[in-house]
Nanobody
Framework: QVRLVESGGGLVQAGGSLTLSCAASGAIFTYTRNTMGWYRQAPGMQRELVASITRGGTTVYVDSVKGRFTISRDNAKNTVYLQMNSLKPEDTAVYCC?????????WGQGTQVTVSA
């Protein structure tokens, strides 16, 4: 079965760093179109796309994280990462991994990131 499993969330103080990982099972990373993305949703807020990366490495970031977050992928390991630096309290949210492919749209269960002031 297709599965996306996130890890790396936790509690960090403002200014700190965290790295999120999303490990994909199945053949998602072999698909010709398999854009991977990190979304986040805070309580009372709409879900937003934080960053995405195509199989070829083209990236997109929401303005609020540009220069602080870096999305990357290791196709050999079927894993996508989100390196988060200079974290701010407003980054607090549940972060979910997403795979957008011609075969379907897949979601991980989410991992909590909490940034204390």
């Amino acid at each position: 079965q297709v599965r996306l499993v996130e890890s790396g969330g936790g509690l960090v103080q403002a200014g700190g760093s965290l790295t999120l990982s999303c490990a994909a099972s199945g053949a998602i990373f072999t698909y010709t179109r398999n854009t991977m993305g990190w979304y986040r949703q805070a309580p009372g807020m709409q879900r937003e796309l934080v960053a995405s990366i195509t199989r070829g490495g083209t990236t997109v970031y929401v303005d609020s994280v540009k220069g602080r977050f870096t999305i990357s992928r290791d196709n050999a390991k079927n894993t996508v990462y989100l390196q988060m630096n200079s974290l701010k309290p407003e980054d607090t949210a549940v972060y979910c991994c997403n795979a957008d492919t011609l075969h379907g749209n897949y979601w991980g269960q989410g991992t909590q990131v909490t940034v204390s002031a």
